[in-house]
């Protein structure tokens, strides 16, 4: 995000002064093929102008004397934005960064192009991580706080680039342009990273989420069979986080390669991942670190499954409600298994799932 460059120049496709320097609006290709459309002055660039970068990114502003200044705008490869306020060529003073998708990433201060001061760190789930950044522009300190998607409930501890040490919970008790404060619990547990493995669901098994506490509840479900569900303790709106889907972590040709048996708690995360709530851990006095396993089944759901970034899970998924949701509701997904027939048995699911789904296109075709 430079603006200032070093290459020779290869090409000039404009107008030129009695020396031969670009003078007026010229496109000017430099040997790295990296390209710049601007305005020049006796060779310097000054007014509007724009880098192409041979990677596909872009930067853009006012030049003077050869430099960026003021209101600059660096755009990626993949569309994402960073865009803040430039002294002679460099990112200086606050700044804001949007992913692809146009959501905030990231706001605070830049110095000579680095992230300095107290700065914000969003997630696309909804959570974000406020803290003084150090000197290598890294979210690490003892007074940093992840903050839940709904805006109050926080870890307040030590990070490390961003990354959870310990923390315990703390309530978010200003909001606005300056500092937020936190008002820590008290008689907090101290929660830490805890990142699952293939063999270790949680360090902490019996150590509930203190947002998911607050938004569910497990008991008798009202599907018939089903066993145990997932309910709502309180009203959620659409697109609010309710849980989250933690587990062991193991690969899909371990899940396609077992019984259909060992697979009811399994969701994958991602091309490779598998999270896994196996048995004894399905069982809440055994594992009640995350409750996303217990959402049952259905055709017609209520929530989805969505990716999170959890502070002390590490990349898991959660469940996410698709519309508004009343207290004591019970909460339900789709589980997505393929539709498409595999063979002579149909789809590739198991035999409850077959069922179910044959009971429910029946009622669907009914006039």
């Known amino acids: 995000m430079d603006s200032d460059d070093e290459n020779v120049e290869e090409v000039v496709d404009g107008p030129l002064d009695e020396d031969g320097q670009p003078h007026g609006f010229c496109t000017v290709t430099y040997s790295s093929s990296d390209r710049f459309e601007g305005h020049f002055s006796h060779g310097e660039k000054n007014g509007k102008g724009k880098f192409f970068f041979f990677d ?13 200044q003021g209101h600059g705008m660096y755009t990626y490869e993949d569309g994402g934005v960073l865009q803040g306020m430039y002294v002679d060529g460099e990112l200086n003073g606050p700044a804001q960064e949007l992913d692809g998708e146009g959501r905030l990433v990231f706001k605070g201060q830049y110095k ?8 914000w760190v969003y997630y696309p789930d909804g959570g974000c991580v406020f803290g003084e950044v150090n000197e290598d522009g890294e979210m690490t300190g003892d007074s940093v706080a992840y903050i839940y998607p709904d805006g109050h409930m926080a870890l307040h501890g030590s990070f490390v680039d961003g990354e959870l040490i310990q923390a315990r919970l703390a309530t978010q008790i200003s909001k606005g342009p300056g500092r937020p404060a936190f008002e820590i619990t008290a008689n907090s547990p101290v929660y830490t990273y805890d990142k699952s493995t293939s063999t270790c669901i949680a360090t902490l098994a019996l150590l509930p989420d203190p947002y998911e506490s607050q938004r569910v509840f497990v008991a008798e479900s009202l599907i018939k069979g089903a ?21 062991v972590r193991i690969t899909h040709s371990e899940v396609d390669s077992r019984d259909w048996s060992l697979n009811g708690n399994t969701i994958s995360l991602d091309e490779e991942t598998v999270i896994d709530v196996p048995q004894p851990f399905d069982q809440t006095d055994r594992y009640c670190a995350s409750l996303g396993h217990k959402a049952n089944h259905s055709f017609t759901p209520n929530c989805k499954y969505d990716l999170f970034v959890h502070p002390r899970f590490g990349p898991i998924k959660c469940i996410r409600t698709i519309r508004a949701v009343q207290k004591d509701e019970e909460l339900t997904v789709a589980y997505g298994y393929d539709h498409e027939p595999t063979g002579k048995n149909g789809p590739e699911a198991p035999d409850w799932y077959k069922q179910e789904l044959h009971e429910f296109q029946q009622r669907q075709a009914v006039p």
């Open 56 to 68: 596909g990114s872009t930067l853009e502003g006012f030049y003077v004397d050869d430099a960026l």
């Open 112 to 119: 000579d192009n680095s992230r300095c001061g107290e700065c």
């Open 227 to 247: 066993g145990e569900g997932l309910f709502a303790k309180m009203d959620a709106e659409t697109n609010t986080v309710m849980a989250f889907y933690n587990g």
